[in-house]
Antibody, heavy 116, light 109 residues
Framework: EVQLVESGGALVQPGGSLRLSCAAS????????MHWVRQGPGKGLVWVSR????????NYADSVKGRFTISRDNAKNTLYMQMNSLRVEDTAVYYC?????????WGQGTLVTVSS | QAVVTQEPSLTVSPGGTVTLTCGSS?????????PYWFQQKPGQAPRTLVY???KKHSWTPARFSGSLLGGKAALTLSGAQPEDEADYYC?????????FGGGTKLTVL
């Protein structure tokens, strides 16, 4: 059974940094691209970033480019998101997700709140 | 990057039929976009209902069906139930970035 468990969400001040983690199990982690998706309070789903299975290729939404860095450790079956220069508008639940066998599997999400 | 459009809100009567649509600013939505439809209820992560435009999972209620219709992806709910009240999101994907629609808030009333 595919499981994704996010962690690392917290309350942080504007301009601060945070690192999110997503522990994956139940599938061959290194084979699949992974994504981060966020959802602001009362808002819709917004794609944030993607990383290829071997970590060699990454993509970012324009809103986070240059501030967020996605990475993965295939030996630890873990996905990361380093978030720097955080803004109030980055406040959201952050989900990690994987597309596999016609399904998109989601974690339960971790809440990032950016506020002074 | 393309903008993916959905109806912001729709209302359907219990037992009624409603169609949600998903369009792209760059042109017609096709099978090459591998359209997904997700259902999300408050406080929950999204759940996949339909993938590849029209394929369903074992957990997808039979009253939901997906299609490509008039250059858009469509999700039709036939025989709406109170438990279908939720937010619905489409996703257009390929091998790169994902593109989500803004979501449709479906009310069963």
């Amino acid at each position: 059974e595919v499981q994704l468990v996010e962690s690392g969400g917290a309350l942080v001040q504007p301009g601060g940094s945070l690192r999110l983690s997503c522990a994956a199990s139940g599938f061959t982690f290194s084979t699949y691209p992974m994504h981060w998706v966020r959802q602001g309070p009362g808002k819709g789903l917004v794609w944030v970033s993607r990383i290829s299975g071997d970590g060699s290729s990454t993509n970012y939404a324009d809103s986070v480019k240059g501030r967020f860095t996605i990475s993965r450790d295939n030996a630890k079956n873990t996905l990361y998101m380093q978030m720097n220069s955080l803004r109030v508008e980055d406040t959201a639940v952050y989900y990690c997700a994987v597309q596999r066998s016609g399904n998109v599997y989601w974690g339960q999400g971790t809440l990032v709140t950016v506020s002074s | 990057q393309a903008v993916v459009t959905q109806e912001p809100s729709l209302t359907v009567s219990p037992g009624g039929t409603v169609t949600l649509t998903c369009g792209s600013s760059t042109g017609a939505v096709t099978s090459s976009h591998y359209p997904y439809w997700f259902q999300q209820k408050p406080g929950q992560a999204p759940r996949t209902l339909v993938y590849d435009a029209s394929k369903k999972h074992s957990w997808t209620p039979a009253r939901f069906s997906g299609s490509l219709l008039g250059g858009k992806a469509a999700l039709t709910l036939s025989g709406a139930q109170p438990e279908d009240e939720a937010d619905y999101y489409c996703l257009l994907s390929d091998t790169g970035p994902w593109m989500f629609g803004g979501g449709t808030k479906l009310t069963v009333l």
